[in-house]
Structures are given as structure tokens and as C-alpha cells.
């Protein structure tokens, strides 16, 4: 899960989707269809996705201007409330997030699954097929393919005793 300018998106793996909330009332706001997502990341409003093949980023939405307020304690008589209050008239659960390809051309069985950044704005990428993580740097001069760049050809860690899931990268604090 990522939560991002009050929206809220799930990687739904078993129901191949990106699903996006309003974070203080669990309303729908929409879905996209993406084949088994497996971790999300947001960095400066733009959302990564692995999935068992590649890496998606896409610009993160904004929620709909209609959104319903949350129910007061008296609007429901006693009677315990809905997930979420009614939906206004003419509410339409349509927030459409456009996904792309990253491009960083990862090697064949590695089957991404964990993102993080660093401060300095380089991305790591985990591998849950072939025990590795490779890192990125953010792509300067010509514009390539992806905006990031490779470290080396090689991973950065590889032959993990566990196939990692998610990443997580913590400031030294030192």
C-alpha cells in the first residue's frame, strides 16, 4: 500500500489490479488492471509497480472533486454505518491510472517484486525468482529508454538466503 495526496492504492496481486481509496472513508475511487502486482513505491507524485515481469510507474491521480463527506453519527438512527457513506448522485468510481513499462530491461528470472529510493533519488529493485537486487541511478544526458540507469550489469547483493518481497530504505540516522 502507498498513500499519496489522500489516495490510497493497494497492489491486489491475486486480483491483478492497482486498486485506488479515499483513504478517510475506504470509498472506491478505481482500478487498474495490471498483471499481478506485487509491491508499490511512490517517489516525487510518480507510483512504481512491480509486477512477476517488470516495473511500471506511472503519474499518481487525483481523487474526484465529488467525493461524499464522511456520515455523521446521527445520520445512520442507531444502526451501524456502511464501510463508507452513499454515493452522491451521479458518482462515478472512474480514477483511471495510466501505467508504463520503466525499461530497465531486467534480467531474465529475476521476477521483481521489492522497490525502494534512497535519498539521493537511486532505485533498488529486488528479485523474489533469483535472490538478487539490482540498483539504479537516475539517468542523466540523452534520454534513454528508462529515466534510470544501471549501477553495473551485476547486482548489488545476490544469492539472498530468502527471495525478497519488499524493500524499505532507512536514513542513517547517524
Same mark, same amino acid.
Given at each position: 500500500?502507498?498513500?499519496?495526496?489522500?489516495?490510497?492504492?493497494?497492489?491486489?496481486?491475486?486480483? %491483478?489490479?492497482?486498486?485506488?481509496?479515499?483513504?478517510? =472513508?475506504?470509498? /472506491?475511487?478505481?482500478? =487498474?488492471?495490471? %498483471?499481478?502486482?506485487?509491491?508499490?513505491?511512490?517517489? #516525487?507524485? !510518480?507510483?512504481?509497480?512491480? =509486477?512477476?515481469?517488470?516495473?511500471?510507474?506511472? #503519474?499518481? !491521480?487525483?481523487?474526484?472533486? #465529488?467525493?461524499? +463527506?464522511?456520515?455523521? *453519527?446521527?445520520?445512520? +438512527?442507531?444502526?451501524?454505518?456502511?464501510? &463508507?457513506? *452513499?454515493?452522491? %448522485?451521479?458518482?462515478?468510481? %472512474?480514477?483511471t491510472l495510466t501505467l508504463s513499462d520503466l525499461g530497465l530491461n531486467l534480467p531474465s528470472g529475476f521476477g521483481p517484486s521489492g522497490l525502494a529510493f534512497d535519498s539521493s533519488g537511486n532505485l533498488y529493485v529486488a528479485g523474489r525468482l533469483s535472490n538478487q @537486487? &539490482?540498483? &539504479?541511478?537516475?539517468?542523466?544526458? !540523452?534520454?534513454?529508454?528508462?529515466?534510470? +540507469? *544501471?549501477?553495473?550489469? #551485476? /547486482? @548489488?547483493?545476490?544469492?539472498?538466503?530468502?527471495?525478497?518481497?519488499?524493500?524499505?530504505?532507512?536514513?542513517?540516522?547517524?
Amino acid at each position: 500500500m502507498v498513500c499519496y495526496n489522500n489516495v490510497l492504492y493497494v497492489a491486489d496481486e491475486g486480483g %491483478s489490479a492497482v486498486r485506488m481509496y479515499d483513504p478517510g =472513508t475506504g470509498l /472506491p475511487l478505481g482500478s =487498474t488492471p495490471v %498483471s499481478g502486482p506485487v509491491h508499490l513505491v511512490q517517489q #516525487n507524485g !510518480v507510483l512504481y509497480v512491480t =509486477t512477476s515481469k517488470t516495473v511500471l510507474y506511472g #503519474n499518481c !491521480v487525483t481523487p474526484p472533486a #465529488n467525493l461524499p +463527506a464522511l456520515p455523521t *453519527p446521527n445520520q445512520f +438512527a442507531g444502526a451501524p454505518p456502511p464501510p &463508507y457513506p *452513499p454515493l452522491p %448522485s451521479g458518482y462515478t468510481n %472512474s480514477v483511471t491510472l495510466t501505467l508504463s513499462d520503466l525499461g530497465l530491461n531486467l534480467p531474465s528470472g529475476f521476477g521483481p517484486s521489492g522497490l525502494a529510493f534512497d535519498s539521493s533519488g537511486n532505485l533498488y529493485v529486488a528479485g523474489r525468482l533469483s535472490n538478487q @537486487i &539490482y540498483g &539504479y541511478s537516475p539517468a542523466t544526458g !540523452v534520454n534513454p529508454p528508462s529515466p534510470f +540507469a *544501471p549501477f553495473s550489469n #551485476n /547486482p @548489488i547483493f545476490s544469492k539472498l538466503p530468502d527471495q525478497p518481497e519488499f524493500l524499505l530504505w532507512v536514513a542513517d540516522q547517524s
